[in-house]
């Protein structure tokens, strides 16, 4: 779950790479993430039966966290490109071997079956970082960071500031 929270938080980031450059360059910068992944993960794949799979889990996700880091510090598309590539050079150690991790413990009568479970809870935390990420890690929306909506939240829902809506006030 963690690489597809990082994953989100890379789509996070996109909208606002879009408002200093344009749309075109934000698509390439995710094709390059894309391509660069799809590529890489047939080399991988096989490095991870000869290195081990836990060193190119740990080496993946901090080359993504890199590369996250990199396009969140860049305002130019050359840092954007350079931080989807890192991307991409971290989700292609990441993907083949956690699908191998499952492969190894599974018998063959029901491999197939933990493989379509194991892809399920992976896709299904896409679909809900896609939808949480924002809400909690963008400063403008977030329920984290909002100063109104902690306060509502705190007022027990009712919009009204705290003092308002304390039993005491």
Known sequence: LLDAF???LADDLLPDFIKVNSFGDALAASLVMAAVSIVLQTITGPLSDRWGRKGLIVAGMWVQAIG????AASNEFRGWLVGSLLLGIGTAMVY?????VVSDVAHPSWRA???SVYRF???LGYAIGARL???LF???KSL???PRHVARTRAGGSGKPLSAASPSG
């Open 121 to 123: 809870w992976r896709d």
């Open 144 to 146: 984290l960071f909002n």
């Open 68 to 71: 996250l880091f990199v396009t």
């Open 6 to 8: 990082l994953l989100v």
């Open 96 to 100: 083949p071997s956690l699908l191998a």
């Open 113 to 115: 079956r933990a493989l």
């Open 138 to 140: 963008t400063r403008e």
């Open 133 to 135: 990420g924002p809400a």
